[in-house]
């Protein structure tokens, strides 16, 4: 079941002391979920809570995915059919993470391999089925780029390119990592959007928006005045977390949580 972790306006104080002062624009709901790496049974459970809580929302609603649909967990093939095939009880924006993005240049380079391997790869082509057995044996590169290349459905590549690197909503702004303080929001690079981790994690000062973004796993979802971290480690922890953004109210829901 999805538990309801608490829910909070932007006058009262978060964990480190600080106020989030942010809303969205009136009339929306989004829902923002943090990276999933192939839990597609904890997606599945994360889409039944929106279904039946979308039902109260007054206006326009839609679902915001950080990144980070693929690798680590077993089933990345199921996580992106759901998400390109419109099976999902809202409008979807999908953001790229680092990991989707290392699926993508490994289908243009096969010599990508050596930087995807050890960051979940062999899960990703296990789930879609690539051989493995010759690859772990030191076989070619190329030959398990091919064969992933036939076993991608078209919409699957379709969706991962469509993601976008950042998404802005009333005083927030959504990425996959982080961004660069000290750079304008308009100004930030493809690479940090991606992959940033210092000095954006510890950076206090306001960033010019609320930042929103999953990359850095935390024990629970961390909300600071300038920053909201989501990615509570699904394929580890079995917590997917989802971010619940209401005008000037915010609520978290996570699964594997008791009630």
Not at 60 to 78: C, E, H, I, N, Q
Not at 222 to 227: F, G, I, P, S, T
Request: aromatic letters at 8%; one cysteine or more.
């Amino acid at each position: 079941m999805f538990a309801k972790l608490f829910t909070r306006r932007r006058r009262e104080p978060t964990p480190d002391g600080t106020y989030v002062a942010g809303r969205i624009e009136p009339g929306r709901r989004i829902y923002c979920i943090g990276d999933i790496h192939g839990c597609a049974d904890l997606l599945d459970e994360v889409a039944g809570f929106i279904a039946e809580d979308a039902a109260s929302a007054p206006g326009k609603v839609d679902t915001l995915f950080v990144g980070d649909y693929v690798d680590r967990g077993p089933k990345s093939d199921a996580v992106i059919e759901r998400l390109a095939s419109g099976d999902f009880p809202t409008p979807v924006i999908g953001l790229i993470g680092n990991h989707d993005d290392y699926l993508l240049r490994f289908l243009e380079d096969a010599s990508f391999f050596e930087r995807w391997r050890r960051l979940g790869a062999m899960e990703t082509l296990h789930a879609y089925g690539v051989p493995l057995v010759e690859l772990m044996r030191g076989g070619s590169l190329e030959s398990a780029r091919e064969a992933l290349q036939t076993r991608v459905p078209q919409r699957h590549l379709d969706f991962l390119r469509a993601c976008r690197l950042s998404y802005e909503s009333g005083d927030y702004f959504f990425c996959h990592a982080g961004v660069r303080p000290g750079l304008p929001l308009d100004a930030q690079s493809r690479q940090d959007l991606m992959t940033i981790r210092e000095p954006f994690l510890s950076h206090p000062e306001p960033l010019g928006k609320i930042v929103v973004h999953g990359h850095t796993r935390v024990a629970n979802v961390d909300v600071r005045a300038n920053r909201i971290a989501i990615d509570t480690g699904a394929y580890a922890t079995g917590v997917l977390s989802c971010l619940v953004l209401e005008e000037d109210t915010l609520r978290l829901y996570a699964t594997g949580q008791a009630e």
